[in-house]
């Protein structure tokens, strides 16, 4: 049997910072899920708010010349 201690040592310095943070939060599995579901589509609707403010800015420029 390995020496679950030793596993410890292997994980990089940002699980060791997210591990810690969860314990501080209080976070749990299915919250986590949660929001997960929850923010399923949001990186589409930012695409498209990026894509408006591009096409906007395109439309300004070519109205000044």
Do not use: C, V
Request: charge should be positive; glycine fraction near 4%.
């Amino acid at each position: 049997m390995k020496n679950l201690s030793s596993q410890n040592d292997n994980h990089s310095p940002f699980l060791r910072i997210m591990q810690k943070g969860h314990k501080k939060t209080g976070y749990k599995k299915t919250s986590g899920n949660l929001l997960l579901t929850l923010s399923e589509n949001d990186h589409k609707r930012i695409a498209q708010l990026i894509a408006k403010w591009i096409e906007d800015e395109n439309e300004k420029s070519d109205s000044a010349k």
